[in-house]
């Protein structure tokens, strides 16, 4: 398998990965959405709440704002498994502790900026996420536990937001029988084509979505788009809590874990059903 990275972002990322099949590229999907664990506010405790939301509707929204951490240096457990027995530690879990007060003549909102966290290195993604707005005279202290979970318990631990693939494109034009009417140009809503010179070219083959509508619009024959089944685009973004390659080694590596699982459970069935 070749890898050819198109685009690095903090948050995103694109590339092209050769030599593999449409299955493979799907169990890394899968397993990065369901599988790769993240760190999200589970537990909130509500101390003292005179805003205008109930304790639940402020527990909801804590529990979306994502966290920006090393995984690899926070060393946490799950809870179910750590030594303490799931009633939360230091081990298996993270603090954060919020305190806003108004006075009788002005209103605050509170943000996600004002959750102070008991670990370093772990803090909202941005400190801009906006609660609560407290009116005069109102208060809400609260203390909140972040622990690992993974998308396929709930969709709130998937460390992505967006993730797809699809088949490497290969649009070209018939020279033959296009007529340079602009109406691919016009129509192509990514920009696969350009307008150079006299003549329509394929500017930018890794723009096509695979949507055919330039084909339906334009003379028949003039415009064909291909498919490279063994090529494939990848690209996701996350909710900022790790960087996008962390995802990938994640993904990777627990797909290998799975494989091993089910070779030695296959080899194990099949020694016992060799001894029946």
Partial sequence: MDIELIELF?????????????????????????????????????????????????????????????????????????????????????????????DGQTSAVVYSGDLVSSTEGVEPIKASIPIVKLGPNQALELECMAQLGVGKEHSKWQPVAAM???????????????????????????????????????????????????IDQCEPGAISIQKESSKVIFSFETTGGMEPPTILKKAGNIL??????????????LSEKEKD
């Fill in 164 to 214: 797809g693939y699809q088949e490497f494109p290969n649009p070209k034009i018939n020279k033959e029988k296009c007529t340079n009417c602009l109406v691919c140009v016009d129509t192509c809503y990514t920009g696969v084509f350009q307008k150079v010179g006299d003549s329509v070219q394929v500017a930018n083959p890794l723009s096509c979505t695979l949507c055919n509508f330039c």
């Fill in 256 to 269: 290998l874990t799975k494989i091993d699982e089910f070779k030695k459970t296959l080899e194990t069935t």
């Fill in 10 to 102: 903090p948050n995103s990322i694109k590339l092209i990965l050769s030599d593999i099949t449409l299955a493979f590229a799907n169990a890394i999907r899968r397993i990065s959405l369901a599988d790769v664990p993240s760190l999200i506010i589970e537990d909130v405790y509500v101390l003292r709440n005179t805003s205008p939301l109930f304790d639940e509707f402020i527990a909801h929204r804590l529990g979306l704002i994502p966290l920006k951490y090393d995984i690899d240096a926070l060393e946490l457990n799950f809870r179910d498994e750590c030594d303490c027995g799931g009633i939360g530690c230091n081990l298996c879990t993270v603090t954060l502790t919020l305190s806003k007060v108004t």
